[in-house]
């Protein structure tokens, strides 16, 4: 059985798939999901072939069939990790960007597209729906990095990090690139990854059952004039723009 730390990316050669095959795509996407519920579960390397494919509810030779056996099967999860999180991710991205733009140095402009910021990574990771097994995956590849990190870097962690980044060098006054404004950038966004990963820890010491949509609210009111004050900012009202929608 392959390492994880030696898992390579399957080319777009290896996942072409003879067309009309009934309920390929169907089948393809079952897989995709079971397998990131397993792998997020435990690693790697504590699935099987059999085990993944029991799971989707194909046989083994599905899995060959789509994606040319795990390693390329590892490689389609991390890409439907990137997809699945844009919903999240991207709309975040642009509109920091362009709020950036026309804050214009203005702090309490500024203020406002931060704690915007934070509160749609916040709720993101709360809500459980998008990252439901994408956040495991994510801090598994931190801490294990396999030869797909680097795709992942790339394409879902790089973007993010570096729109916020140009908040907070707008805050702050360092160079968007300067290490204090990455190791900001980081631990800002860490910061708010924290309430996913550490939900379960969270949960037995607030003797909360979930994440309800009226504790999210108390996290982000929490967290909001925190990450401010690290930031510099003045403190604003972290739903001011959704009352103003």
């Excluded at 795509?25 to 085990?51: F, M, P, Q």
Aim: a negative charge.
């Amino acid at each position: 059985m392959a390492s994880h730390s030696r898992i390579k990316a399957i080319t777009p050669q290896t996942e072409t798939r003879r067309p009309g095959r009934p309920g390929g795509e169907e089948s393809r996407a079952r897989i995709l999901e079971a397998a990131g519920r397993l792998i997020a579960d435990r690693g790697y390397d504590g699935v099987s072939i059999r085990e993944l494919a029991r799971e989707a509810g194909v046989n083994g030779a599905s899995i060959n069939y789509h994606f040319g056996g795990k390693e390329g099967l590892y490689h389609g999860i991390l890409v439907k990790l990137v997809e699945d999180t844009e919903p999240l991710f991207g709309p975040m991205i642009e509109a920091l960007r362009d709020g950036v733009k026309r804050a214009d140095g203005d702090r309490a402009a500024l203020a406002r597209m931060a704690a915007f910021v934070i509160r749609s990574l916040l709720t993101g990771v709360s809500s459980g729906q998008t990252l439901r097994w994408q956040m495991p995956i994510m801090l598994r590849e931190f801490h294990q990095p396999s030869s797909e990190f680097a795709m992942l870097i790339r394409d879902r962690i790089n973007p993010v990090h570096d729109a916020v980044a140009e908040l907070v060098a707008a805050a702050t006054g360092h160079d968007r690139r300067a290490p204090e404004t990455l190791l900001l950038t980081a631990n800002m966004i860490a910061q708010c990854m924290a309430f996913g990963a550490t939900k379960g820890l969270i949960l037995a010491r607030l003797d909360w059952e979930d994440y309800t949509p009226e504790y999210i609210r108390l996290i982000v009111g929490t967290m909001v004039p925190r990450m401010l004050a690290m930031l510099g900012l003045p403190e604003v009202d972290p739903y001011a723009d959704e009352e103003e929608a």
